[in-house]
């Protein structure tokens, strides 16, 4: 099935639903998915997004000027998620636990008429995502990977149409630039935002900067690497990071590592 008989399939499951939500991150996923339902005639959607330390400030932003500009009926909703023991402990069940909560307000946000959809996609069930099972107990339907949508797929309908998401990295919450077993605070989360919209001036398109208490782990594309170790460039970034809070700056050689923070789960 290519990627046009994909999307007519979600089209025709969407229609279906009559009453939907959608969990909208203003990530590459969740952008998709309401662009496409925004089109289906006839349907009645919402869209919800969660704001909470955990998430980067600038993708709520995104998330409410779009449905602004798109006529979307959405709703922001605050969540304290630090304020939950078992988040802020941030075990490697923590995406159970902050999707539970995540997922449950929405819910409660909403008419019961409606479904709850959230962006998963097929890919995603080749990680290390203990939210999925949080969403299979509170019945969220993921309408990508149902149509076995991958991301670079998503990516490919995205540019199709023109969405400004068709070019966007992938990103993930906050917290998954903390170590397991480091609590997560409102400071180590801002540093790790502050660093990561530092690394992006200076041009770079994808990167990640891991908090190591003390020493951020800065990682890049492995074709970046060599811009960065330019002496100019490192000096800015070292000094910057520095005046963010971290003592100690360090590039990881290996490059940019989706999960990178999961590889010792198993051992």
Known sequence: MNIYEKEKRLVANLRKKKHIAIAFSGGVDS????????????????????????HAIDEGDFAEEFGIKNDVKHRIVEMPLLDYKEIRENSPLRCYHCKKVIFSAIKNQIDSKYILADGTNLDDFNDYRPG????DELSIWHPLAEVN??????????????????????F???ASRVPYGTFLTKDNLRQVYEAEKFIESMGFRQYR???HG??????????????????????????KLKSIGFSFVALDL??????SMNVNLDK
Do not use: W
Request: proline content about 5%; some cysteine; hydrophobic content about 40%.
């Open 31 to 54: 952008t998709y998915l309401l662009s496409v339902a925004k089109d289906v005639e006839g349907l009645d959607l919402i869209a919800i997004t969660a704001r909470s330390p955990l």
């Open 132 to 135: 999925l099972k949080a969403c």
């Open 149 to 170: 949508l991958t991301k670079k797929e998503i990516y490919q309908l995205s540019e199709i149409r023109n969405l400004e998401t068709s070019s966007k990295p992938p």
């Open 172 to 174: 993930a919450c906050l």
């Open 209 to 211: 900067v891991r908090h």
């Open 214 to 239: 003390e020493v951020a782990r800065i990682e890049l594309l492995p074709k970046d690497i060599d811009k960065l170790l330019e002496k100019d460039m490192r000096n800015l970034v070292v000094n």
């Open 254 to 259: 290996k490059g940019y590592t989706t999960g």
